[in-house]
């Protein structure tokens, strides 16, 4: 991470279920952490629509209960009810770019 921040940064894409997760990645340069918040119903929906993916939605549940939602002193929310292209500029506009 910290190549890609002297390269002009980069956007990765995971779970972070758990604080610890995040700290982990705090440790290993800048970054800024913003969570996409959805409601079970709408994951669910989507999942089940994606073809080819890794994660099958008899994960959702277990996804869901190890998840630690991250503070506000964490991450900045997104309610990712939209569109992709829509959730991508909710998110630019929060992080001011």
Avoid: N
């Amino acid at each position: 991470m910290r190549a890609w921040e002297a390269e002009g940064g980069a956007v990765v894409a995971c779970s972070a279920l758990r604080r610890r997760h995040r700290e982990l990645l705090s440790g290993a340069g800048p970054v800024r952490f913003v969570w996409l918040d959805a409601h079970e119903k709408t994951i669910r929906q989507r999942i089940v629509a994606r073809k080819g993916h890794y994660m099958p939605p008899a994960l959702l549940d277990s996804q869901l209960e190890t998840l630690e939602p991250p503070g506000p002193d964490e991450a900045t929310r997104v309610e990712a009810v939209g569109t992709p292209e829509e959730t991508a500029r909710a998110v630019l506009e929060v992080l001011g770019e």
